[in-house]
């Protein structure tokens, strides 16, 4: 049997927690191939961002027409898209229908350049795609607003699915420890509110990524839209669980997509 191909479009991150890393890694754990498109070289570490490479926007395009032109992609996702010339060219071939069951994790703390131009840029990518995965601040910056309570996070995700995408879920990894991991789904014209136990861990880096490529992952599978994201959901709080005790660097690290933690082999 041959494994699945899904293509994700984002940034490298040095640290491997999160990004291309991430979503490769997530990929794997999946039993699928990823392929990959390096928008940006993100030099970073567990503690902070140093700096963001955008690639020109050619090296961008000419990656996808390299991976579409031979590959099986049965699925895409796109994390970091650096400027709103990379995300343009992005929505184009979307536009062509070549990037099939497209999962949009928009990534605008990113952004280099106006950030006004990149979330201009996204609004023509939003109606080609599958599922969008904001968090609640990506949600903000999309909509202009202050999207805080889940009752926002319904009335957002209602109004960023009228920009064109199938389904949205706005994410809400960040609220108050204690809670539960509240995520809010958009789907068939009704807000649902998707609750899981809240995992206690500093290391929560990649989790929005690892979501999003699970996405896409279970969507290339032929999951529904609803199907794939609670399947998602539950894959990411385990990959939380099992790097709760990791100590890999001294800031959020990564998470275990591949639930070595739990194998007893070391
Ligand atoms: N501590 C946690 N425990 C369980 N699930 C979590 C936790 N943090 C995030 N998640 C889940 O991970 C997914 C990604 O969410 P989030 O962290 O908001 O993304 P981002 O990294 O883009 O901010 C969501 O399904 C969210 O509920
Ligand atoms: C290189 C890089 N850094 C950060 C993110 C955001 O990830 P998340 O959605 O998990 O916060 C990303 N997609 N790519």
Redesign the pocket.
Known sequence: MQPTVVLTIGASDSSGGSGLQADLRTLAALRMHGASVVTAVVSRNTRDVADLYPQPTNVVTAQLTSVLDDLPVAAVKTGILPTPETAVAIAARARNGALPNLVVDPVLTAATGSRRGLIAAYERLLPHASVLTP?REEASALLGWDVVTPEDMAAAASQLSARGPRCVVI????FAAGAD?I?VLWADGEARVLH?P??S?RN?DG??AT?ATAVAARLAAADDADAAVAWA?GF??RA?GDAAEWRLGNGPGPIDQFGWSSLTLR
Not at 171 to 174: E, R, V
Request: proline share 0%; aromatic share 6%.
């Open positions: 968090n994410t809400g990894g960040d991991a995520d899981s809240r995992i861990s929560t989790s929005g979501f959901k990411v709080g939380i």
